[in-house]
């Protein structure tokens, strides 16, 4: 009875750890398209300031320079989103390894 119950319990965690796992892709894409709406309307917002007569460069180029700014920060994100997705496949790919190790354990008892 006490392994059935230990079995309950890692299926438990298991089914929970998959429906975290999927919301977190779920999350991901969202990001992404967040981040793809931020650029394009920095996109727009560069198409309209160039399309502005301006007597005050100064303050056009600080507007340039803000909305570069952002545009790096948006890939800086991109980047981190990215760099988490392959730490959280690496995390999934261990566990499975640790999962099959425990499991051939349990049998040699």
Do not use: C, P
Not at 38 to 47: N, Q, R
């Amino acid at each position: 009875m006490k392994n059935y119950d230990a079995s309950k319990e890692e299926e438990k965690y298991l089914q929970t750890k998959e429906s975290i796992i999927n919301n977190l892709y779920d999350q991901k894409e969202t990001e992404k398209k967040y981040l793809k709406t931020v650029g394009s309307l920095l996109d727009y917002w560069i198409k309209e300031l160039r399309a502005v007569d301006t007597q005050n460069k100064k303050r056009h180029n600080q507007l340039l320079e803000l909305i570069h700014t952002e545009r790096s920060t948006i890939k800086k994100i991109g980047e981190d989103i990215d760099r988490i997705n392959t730490m959280i496949d690496k995390t999934e790919k261990n566990l499975e390894k640790i999962r099959e190790m425990v499991s051939s354990f349990k049998k040699e008892r």
